[in-house]
């Protein structure tokens, strides 16, 4: 019976430490992506991992998921398998029996979280709207123009002065000289 954890943060920049620290874990499983959906590389492991008479634990239930359909299909899923999930922050364990009142904190704290998260984007979409009125946003990294990179390869540049002459990345130029 191994206590297994499970961390993530939304960006690679972020630090996961502070969310398991003091808590004994045979093993740990970490995400540096969005919570959006549960297609993220260690949490998939982690399903691969786990075995009856396991306890997965998890900071906080927006770790697990952001998503409320996923959160309770996640948590389903392992109590269906024999393994138990338990949420710090929370105080809440679910082990497969019926508990309905740690249900129903499952299911309003996810719903929360979901909320939060689509506030968030609909606030981002707002400031987007806004910027570009502003004149102040174009949207992404500017695409690529093959034809001066193309004309900077015949004027005799190796594709790393290309790159560095236009400011785009080597696989960049190599990518266009291949279609040329």
Do not use: W
């Amino acid at each position: 019976m191994a206590t297994v954890g499970y961390v993530r943060v939304s960006t690679v920049d972020q630090n996961t430490e502070r969310q398991l620290d003091g808590l004994t874990l045979d093993k740990v499983f970490e995400d540096k992506c969005s919570g959006k959906d549960a297609h993220r590389p260690a949490l998939q492991a982690l399903i691969e991992y786990v075995r009856e008479g396991d306890t997965v634990v998890v900071h906080d239930i927006s770790r697990m998921a952001r998503n409320l359909e996923d959160l309770l299909s996640l948590v389903k899923a392992f109590n269906k398998r024999g393994v138990a999930v338990r949420f710090n922050k929370e105080g809440l364990s679910f082990t497969g029996e019926a508990n309905p009142m740690q249900e129903l904190m499952l299911s309003m704290l996810g719903a929360v979280y979901q909320f939060e998260r689509s506030m968030m984007l609909e606030r981002q979409r707002e400031g987007i709207q806004q910027a570009k009125q502003a004149g102040k946003y174009r949207g992404g990294r500017p695409r690529v123009d093959a034809e001066a990179i193309k004309a900077a390869l015949d004027s005799g540049l190796s594709i790393r002065k290309a790159a560095e002459a236009l400011g785009v990345g080597i696989s960049t130029v190599q990518r266009v000289k291949a279609t040329a």
